[in-house]
């Protein structure tokens, strides 16, 4: 026999039962979503490093490749500039050279110059006399050395002609 109470008793025990299963339930939907959420983040942050594994790696790689390029090329440009000022101040200071040791040439032709301002006339005259002779002396060097370019251009011409000669007389002994 069974009586109201149990019957009362066990109806609540099943609602109670069903209530805490549908508590049950709510609370495994509310954790399926949020393991949802968080599988959505997570997949959303998978694809982003996938992204950037195939794509954007790729890019900063060549950021950098170019990054290197460019610092390869400024140090390029930054020794063909220091060997350029390097070179235009080895000229600079040859040019400077030059000039300072043409103007003491320039300063030592003129010394005897000033200094015969200075001298009498008879001194005058012998160095005028001395400088008649280095001319004189000039020209006759150029005329040895005129001369000794047409001896020698005769004495090939004379060679050419010894051989020509000498051929030919062999040449006739082999006819």
């Excluded at 495994?28 to 490093?49: H, M, P």
């Excluded at 030059?98 to 006339?121: C, F, G, I, T, W």
Aim: net charge negative; aromatic share 8%.
């Amino acid at each position: 026999v069974v009586t109201r109470d149990d019957v009362e008793e066990s109806l609540k025990a099943t609602w109670q039962y069903v209530k805490d299963k549908e508590q049950l339930l709510e609370d495994l939907n509310s954790q399926i979503e949020e393991t949802e959420q968080r599988f959505k983040v997570k997949q959303t942050e998978r694809d982003y490093w996938l992204e950037y594994k195939n794509v954007g790696s790729k890019v900063e790689a060549e950021k950098i490749l170019n990054l290197t390029k460019d610092i390869k090329e400024v140090k390029d440009d930054f020794h063909r500039a220091s060997e350029y000022y390097r070179k235009a101040l080895k000229a600079l200071k040859e040019e400077n050279d030059r000039l300072v040791e043409r103007h003491m040439k320039l300063s030592m032709e003129q010394a005897p110059e000033n200094a015969v301002k200075y001298l009498d006339k008879e001194s005058c005259r012998e160095i005028q006399e001395n400088e008649w002779l280095k001319e004189e002396v000039k020209m006759y060097q150029k005329e040895v050395s005129d001369l000794k370019a047409s001896v020698q251009l005769l004495e090939e011409e004379n060679i050419y002609l010894v051989t020509k000669l000498i051929d030919s007389r062999l040449q006739n002994l082999r006819v």
